[in-house]
């Protein structure tokens, strides 16, 4: 019998709500259960540094042997949408919003940076199953690189502080390849094109610290916005969050189809568009110390407005696409 969206929606709602509550248990042990910001730094290295790191490395080092590969034109349709939304968003909150011109680079970064490797990475695979994972990863290895070099540059103009040396851009360029998430890519995709599978010795244990991977991310998630207050400049923080959670995985979903990018494909990239801001926007802010009270608002607004919209952006995907195979 065929799903109606709304059956859709439920379906994916119940597989998203334990994650979602992971995200508020990650809250409630910063907030009411004594773990504090040490506690927290000390999870996110090893999530961050180890176990998303390992998760993505066994993944990936199958590809040969599942012949699963991603169409690397998904990179055309979500960075192209990135882009678009990107000045779009500096023009919304430099003539509407009347912001300053840093901040409405940062802004327009926070209307398209999503939170991709602690909470995409596991949330794909966890709702929409591991054959996602070589789109999540073609995204995750120049995410970082292309958005912050992107807002870099915007900022620079702003500041109109002289121009961007070789130097800068090779220091930027270093620091993602230092990335344990890139270097567990490309590790995973060298080691796929041996077609050899990984020795039971080191495959086991791989495979038992990258299990902890969701787990553990989600709750990081949470215990960092248990850092963050809502604040003063909510209206401008509404018109951020609705931008990056509407506009933006709209935006990437017209761009696939016109490009003619395949349901899979197609549906790992609409739900990276679908996710809350990254934390790395609010390191933007705070480093160009620029708009920090609405981007801290609007990391918690996304974060708990998308446990709704994700799971009915999953459920309209598998409706319009018949299923994912």
Same mark, same amino acid.
């Given at each position: $019998?065929?799903?109606?969206?709304?059956?859709?929606?439920?379906?994916?709602?119940?597989?998203?709500?334990?994650?979602?509550?992971?995200?508020?248990?990650?809250?409630?042990?910063?907030?009411?259960?004594?773990?504090?910001?040490?506690?927290?730094?000390?999870?996110?290295?090893?999530?961050?540094? %180890?176990?998303?790191? &390992?998760?993505?490395?066994?993944?990936?080092?199958?590809?040969?042997?599942?012949?699963?590969?991603?169409?690397?034109?998904?990179?055309?349709?979500?960075?192209?949408?990135?882009?678009?939304? =990107?000045?779009?968003?500096?023009?919304?909150?430099?003539?509407?919003?009347?912001?300053?011109? @840093?901040?409405?680079?940062? =802004?327009?970064?926070?209307?398209?940076? #999503?939170?991709?490797?602690?909470?995409?990475?596991? *949330?794909?695979?966890?709702?929409?199953? /591991?054959?996602?994972?070589?789109?999540?990863?073609?995204?995750?290895? *120049?995410?970082?690189?292309?958005?912050?070099?992107?807002?870099?540059?915007?900022?620079?103009?702003? +500041?109109? #502080?002289?121009?961007?040396? %070789?130097?800068?851009?090779?220091?930027?360029?270093?620091?993602?390849?230092?990335?344990?998430?890139?270097?567990?890519?490309?590790?995973?995709? &060298?080691?796929?094109?041996?077609?050899?599978? !990984?020795?039971?010795?080191?495959? /086991?244990? @791989?495979? +038992? !610290?990258?299990?902890?991977?969701?787990?553990?991310?989600? !709750?990081? @998630?949470?215990?960092?916005?248990?850092?963050?207050? !809502?604040?003063?400049? +909510?209206?401008?923080?509404? @018109? +951020?969050?609705?931008?990056? *959670?509407?506009?933006?995985?709209?935006?990437? =979903?017209? *761009?696939?189809?016109?490009?003619?990018?395949?349901?899979?494909?197609?549906?790992? %990239?609409?739900?990276?568009?679908?996710?809350? $801001?990254?934390?790395?926007?609010?390191?933007?802010?705070?480093?160009?110390?620029?708009?920090?009270?609405?981007?801290?608002?609007?990391?918690?607004?996304?974060?708990?407005?998308?446990?709704?919209?994700?799971?009915?952006?999953?459920?309209?995907?598998?409706?319009?696409?018949?299923?994912?195979?």
């Amino acid at each position: $019998m065929e799903q109606t969206l709304f059956t859709q929606f439920l379906l994916q709602f119940g597989k998203s709500s334990p994650l979602f509550l992971l995200i508020f248990l990650g809250f409630a042990f910063s907030r009411w259960f004594g773990f504090n910001k040490t506690a927290s730094t000390v999870l996110s290295r090893f999530a961050f540094n %180890i176990a998303l790191p &390992a998760m993505l490395f066994r993944l990936l080092s199958n590809l040969a042997l599942t012949e699963s590969h991603a169409d690397l034109r998904l990179l055309i349709a979500f960075f192209g949408a990135c882009f678009i939304l =990107f000045f779009i968003g500096r023009f919304v909150s430099g003539y509407l919003l009347k912001m300053k011109p @840093v901040e409405t680079a940062i =802004f327009g970064t926070g209307c398209v940076f #999503s939170n991709n490797g602690l909470l995409g990475l596991p *949330l794909a695979i966890a709702m929409l199953g /591991e054959k996602v994972a070589p789109s999540v990863s073609a995204v995750l290895s *120049l995410n970082a690189l292309v958005l912050w070099t992107l807002v870099s540059i915007a900022v620079e103009f702003s +500041l109109q #502080s002289g121009h961007l040396t %070789i130097r800068s851009f090779l220091k930027t360029l270093a620091s993602v390849f230092k990335n344990p998430l890139i270097i567990a890519i490309f590790c995973g995709v &060298a080691w796929s094109f041996t077609g050899l599978s !990984i020795p039971y010795v080191v495959d /086991e244990p @791989v495979r +038992l !610290i990258g299990n902890s991977a969701t787990a553990l991310s989600l !709750i990081v @998630v949470g215990m960092g916005l248990s850092e963050y207050g !809502i604040g003063q400049g +909510l209206g401008k923080s509404f @018109v +951020l969050s609705s931008i990056k *959670l509407f506009i933006h995985p709209t935006l990437i =979903f017209c *761009l696939a189809l016109l490009i003619g990018l395949g349901p899979v494909e197609t549906t790992a %990239i609409v739900f990276l568009g679908c996710l809350p $801001m990254g934390v790395n926007v609010y390191l933007m802010c705070r480093q160009f110390h620029a708009a920090e009270a609405v981007i801290a608002n609007a990391m918690i607004i996304t974060t708990v407005v998308s446990s709704f919209t994700v799971p009915m952006a999953v459920a309209f995907l598998t409706k319009y696409f018949g299923g994912l195979g």
